[in-house]
């Protein structure tokens, strides 16, 4: 019988926050790093390769093909060779590619090496995501995952500037700025997969910085955890695929991803527009108040969704503002108000996250919800293909920044009502209340 106070419990719960999160978060921005700051490469990348809008759109999007294609089956690897090695696989290659991509000479280059930046960085997401629930209880998972995924934003707020400034200010032996930055930008990644494997510890039984009271009291609260929650299914790899809820998970996913990265990618030449005056350096410092909002947004309204142990309408709701916000920037031609759009619609996009990932949890184990979430992460993310390249046509044919935005207006109220109509059945929703009751 466990006897700790309840002082005593969230010492244990902080010990592991401040062991796991802030680590796995630094991942996180340097993945998002490597991946989105193509978008400031544009600024001078799409002139020196004679790039169109739909040639930039395909770039954008192709690595989210290498992506789905992969991703679960480097989820299963890592269920295979554990978290440490495999994570830091996957930033080693990944790094390798990203700083490989400034030597492109033509856009079939950048179209290899962005897909087998996908195909490198595959499972990265949904990895973590798993790992976060062999040491978090569900009632804290909206929470733990927005802190990991309020990496994004932070992501563009550092990358951002500092994208940027490599490109006005390192052209070192004749060498453009967009270069020197994905060259430059690619190195921590190999870093810090080498550190992933010296520091991260696959499962709390191994875990040498607790000692033995404070693992037989998280795998005790893991294991009533799993228990609680009666209606939960367990599935195989096949039957979760043709899951109907996971599957209407996936296309929600899809549609919110082709609907926000468009964002990421098209707001460096969104802010261009506004100003033929601004240097990169200044339009890396406009895209980050954005971003500083965003993140903000994300982590309160996560853990708003936690102390009312709901999910659904938590998720619903962000993608309603997101997509009202959208219209409004693409309508607007003030430029300070179209930022303020901007920043509302990120603040949406962010917040919507953390809730969204907690809902397979409450219909699928821990085991089926983990390649549940790779399933829809995968299939999701052909959306981060299919958005930035219907931008790109939308933005060549109509020749105007902002009309994407309308376009991401519409994809997002479909999200938005999608999500707010799934079906999670009543009792699904209460077992998830009672076992938050009970364990008050």
């Given at each position: 019988?466990?006897?700790?106070?309840?002082?005593?419990?969230?010492?244990?719960?902080?010990?592991?926050?401040?062991?796991?999160?802030?680590?796995v978060?630094?991942?996180?921005?340097?993945?998002?790093?490597?991946?989105?700051n193509?978008?400031?490469?544009?600024?001078?990348?799409?002139?020196?390769?004679?790039?169109?809008?739909?040639?930039?759109?395909?770039?954008?999007?192709?690595?989210?093909?290498?992506?789905?294609?992969?991703?679960?089956?480097?989820?299963?690897?890592?269920?295979?060779?554990?978290?440490?090695?495999?994570?830091?696989?996957?930033?080693?290659?990944?790094?390798?590619?990203?700083?490989?991509?400034?030597?492109?000479?033509?856009?079939?280059?950048l179209?290899?090496?962005?897909?087998?930046?996908?195909?490198?960085?595959?499972?990265?997401?949904?990895?973590?995501?798993?790992?976060?629930?062999?040491?978090?209880?569900?009632?804290?998972?909206?929470?733990?995952?927005?802190?990991?995924?309020?990496?994004?934003?932070?992501?563009?707020?550092?990358?951002?500037?500092l994208?940027?400034?490599?490109?006005?200010?390192?052209?070192?032996?004749?060498?453009?700025?967009?270069?020197?930055?994905?060259?430059?930008?690619?190195?921590?990644?190999?870093?810090?997969?080498i550190?992933?494997?010296?520091?991260?510890?696959?499962?709390?039984?191994?875990?040498?910085?607790?000692?033995?009271?404070?693992?037989s009291?998280?795998?005790?609260?893991l294991?009533?955890?799993?228990?609680?929650?009666?209606?939960?299914?367990?599935?195989?790899?096949l039957?979760?695929?043709?899951h109907?809820?996971?599957?209407?998970?996936?296309?929600?996913?899809?549609?919110?991803?082709?609907?926000?990265?468009?964002?990421?990618?098209?707001?460096?030449?969104?802010?261009?527009?506004?100003?033929?005056?601004?240097?990169?350096?200044e339009?890396?410092?406009?895209?980050?108040?954005?971003?500083?909002?965003?993140?903000?947004?994300?982590?309160?309204?996560?853990?708003?969704?936690?102390?009312?142990?709901?999910?659904?309408?938590?998720?619903?709701?962000?993608?309603?503002?997101?997509?009202?916000?959208?219209?409004?920037?693409?309508?607007?031609?003030?430029?300070?108000?179209?930022?303020?759009?901007?920043?509302?619609?990120?603040?949406?996009?962010?917040?919507?996250?953390?809730?969204?990932?907690?809902?397979?949890t409450?219909?699928?184990?821990?085991?089926?919800?983990?390649?549940?979430?790779?399933?829809?992460?995968?299939?999701?993310?052909?959306?981060?293909?299919?958005?930035?390249?219907?931008?790109?046509?939308?933005?060549?044919?109509?020749?105007?920044s902002?009309?994407?935005?309308?376009?991401?207006?519409?994809?997002l109220?479909?999200?938005?009502?999608?999500?707010?109509?799934?079906k999670?059945?009543r009792?699904?929703?209460?077992?998830?209340?009672?076992?938050?009751?009970?364990?008050?």
């Amino acid at each position: 019988m466990n006897t700790l106070n309840e002082t005593h419990k969230k010492k244990i719960v902080r010990k592991i926050t401040l062991r796991v999160i802030p680590f796995v978060f630094i991942l996180y921005i340097v993945s998002y790093l490597d991946r989105a700051n193509i978008g400031y490469a544009a600024l001078e990348m799409n002139k020196d390769l004679a790039l169109s809008s739909e040639a930039f759109g395909v770039i954008s999007g192709i690595f989210f093909l290498g992506y789905f294609l992969f991703e679960v089956p480097s989820n299963a690897m890592l269920n295979k060779f554990g978290a440490r090695v495999w994570i830091a696989r996957i930033l080693i290659t990944w790094g390798i590619i990203a700083g490989m991509s400034a030597f492109s000479q033509s856009a079939t280059h950048l179209y290899i090496l962005r897909f087998l930046l996908g195909v490198a960085e595959a499972g990265f997401f949904p990895g973590v995501i798993v790992y976060l629930t062999y040491w978090f209880r569900t009632k804290e998972l909206a929470t733990t995952v927005s802190l990991f995924t309020a990496a994004i934003p932070v992501s563009y707020i550092i990358g951002a500037p500092l994208s940027t400034w490599i490109m006005d200010h390192i052209t070192w032996f004749n060498w453009s700025g967009w270069r020197w930055m994905l060259l430059l930008e690619g190195i921590p990644a190999v870093i810090l997969g080498i550190c992933c494997y010296f520091f991260l510890t696959d499962k709390p039984e191994q875990a040498k910085w607790l000692n033995d009271e404070e693992k037989s009291w998280l795998l005790q609260e893991l294991n009533c955890d799993q228990q609680a929650r009666h209606n939960v299914q367990h599935l195989s790899l096949l039957k979760t695929f043709k899951h109907p809820k996971v599957l209407y998970l996936a296309f929600i996913y899809f549609i919110y991803q082709c609907g926000s990265l468009g964002i990421g990618y098209w707001m460096p030449q969104i802010i261009k527009g506004f100003s033929t005056q601004l240097t990169h350096t200044e339009i890396g410092l406009i895209a980050m108040f954005p971003y500083i909002l965003a993140t903000v947004a994300m982590v309160i309204w996560s853990r708003h969704s936690d102390k009312r142990n709901e999910r659904k309408m938590h998720a619903a709701i962000p993608l309603l503002f997101s997509s009202l916000a959208m219209l409004g920037a693409g309508l607007v031609h003030n430029p300070y108000l179209s930022i303020f759009m901007i920043s509302v619609a990120l603040a949406g996009l962010y917040s919507f996250k953390s809730p969204f990932w907690a809902l397979p949890t409450l219909f699928l184990s821990r085991s089926t919800a983990s390649i549940s979430i790779a399933i829809i992460n995968s299939i999701g993310n052909l959306g981060g293909f299919v958005g930035p390249v219907l931008i790109g046509v939308v933005n060549g044919t109509i020749h105007n920044s902002t009309s994407g935005l309308l376009f991401m207006s519409l994809l997002l109220m479909a999200g938005f009502m999608m999500t707010a109509l799934i079906k999670l059945a009543r009792k699904e929703q209460s077992a998830q209340r009672e076992y938050h009751t009970s364990r008050m």
